[in-house]
C-alpha cells in the first residue's frame, strides 16, 4: 500500500523557525499558492479553520483508495487495515497530548466532545450509570463555574446542563484587559462547585489562562476541571497530565486536520465510570430486547460508524507538528503576535482586545477599528487578498463586556511570515481613510 510521503521541508528542521523554513514550510501547502482578488494569499483566520499540507490531504485519500472499511467489526483484510491505522492515529493524539491511549475519544469536533461530557453528566443526575457515575450528578444546590472568556461551545453546554439538572452556572469575570479576575475565582469556587470549565486560550482575546491555578482551585473543593484547549492544543506544546487536568476538548480542523474531527481527553478512571451519551453499536459488550452492557472507554462513547479517515489525515498532522515541533511553533507565534499587537496599537484608530503588546499570547489579535464596522474591515482586507475573521467569534458575552458588538481578528500559524504581518498592518492602516474616518 502507497506511504504518504513526510514533508520535504521539514526533515532537517531545527533551531527557531524563521521566515526563510516558513516560506519552505508554505510549499507543503497547496492552498496557500493562490492568488486572492489578484493579490498572493495572505491567510490570518487559522483560529478558526487552519489549512491542511499536503502529507495531510494525501492520507485522507490513501484511506479512501486503500483501506475503506469500517473499524472493529470484521476480520477481512481491509477491516483490519482500517481499525489499525484508526487506533494508530488514537495513540499518536494521545502521546501528542501526554495521555494513555484509552483516554482519547474521539467525537466530530470539541462542541460535540464539550456536549458529550455535559450530557453524560445529565445522564448521571438521572440515575444512569450506577453508583461510580454519582460524582458526575448535579442538581440543585450545585454549581457550574465557566469564566467570562468563553467560546459558545464551553458556555451553552452548561447552560443547558444547568437548566436541566437545577445546578447554578457562575462565571469568572475579565478584567478591562481581558485577564481573569483571580480573586473572584477564588470567591466563586466553592463547596458547592462541581464543574470547572474553561478556555486554555482565548479565541478574541490571544489570553494564555494559568490553567494549574483554576485546577487546583477545582480540585481543593472536589469539583472536575474541564479545559477548552481549541487554542492551545494547535499552537502550543500541551501535556494533560502536568495540568492535572480531569478533561479536555479540542478540534482537528484547528491543527492541520481535517474538519469533522475532534478529541475528547479524560481521565481513565473518569471515562470508564461516566454514563453514556450516545447509544447504539459498537460501543456494547452484550445486548438483550430489555437492556445493555458497554465497553470500557474510549469505545463506549464511540457509537456508529467512525470518524475513520479524518482519524487517519490527524494523525497525519500530529505527525507534521511534532516534526517542526511545538516549542518551535510556540516561539515563532509569540513573535508573529507580538508583532501584530504592537503594529496594530500603533494605528490611529485601533483599539486592540486582550493584554497589551509585552505580555505573552498566543498569535493572534482581534481589534476594533473605530467608525467602521469588523464586516466592512472584513472586506477591505479581503479585496486585498488578506482572510481574517469578523463578528463576535462565537463569544457574545465577552464582546458584551468589552461594549463592543463585533471585532476583526487575525490569527497566525506556521505557515505566516512577518511580510504577511506587515502586509495586514499595512492594509489596516488604510482601512479608516478609505472609508472617509477621520
Known sequence: MPVVS??????HANGPIDNAEVLRIRNDFPILQQEVNGRPLVYLDSGATSQNPLSVIEAEQEFYE???SAVHRGAHTLAVAATDVFEDARAKVAAFVGARTNEIVWTSNATEALNLLAYAFSNAAVGRGGAAARRFALGEGDEIVVTEMEHHANLIPWQELAARTGATLRFIPVDNHGELRLDEAERLITGRTKVVAFTHASNVLGTINPVRTLVRLAHDVGALAVLDACQSVPHLPVDVKSLEVDFAAFSGHKMLGPTGIGVLYGRSELLDAMPTFLTGGSMITTVTMEKAEYLPAPQRFEAGTQRISQAMALGTAVDYLQLTGMERIHEWETTLGARLVSGL????????LGPPAGVERIGLAAFDVDGVHSHDVGQFLDDQGIAVRVGHHCAQPLHRRLGLVST???STYLYNTT???????AAVAGVRPFFGVK
Open 6 to 11: 513526510t514533508p520535504d521541508t521539514l526533515r
Open 419 to 425: 511580510d504577511d504581518v506587515d502586509a495586514f498592518l
Open 66 to 68: 486503500q483501506r475503506n
Open 408 to 410: 476583526t481578528r487575525a
Open 345 to 352: 496599537e500603533a494605528i490611529d484608530g485601533i483599539r486592540v
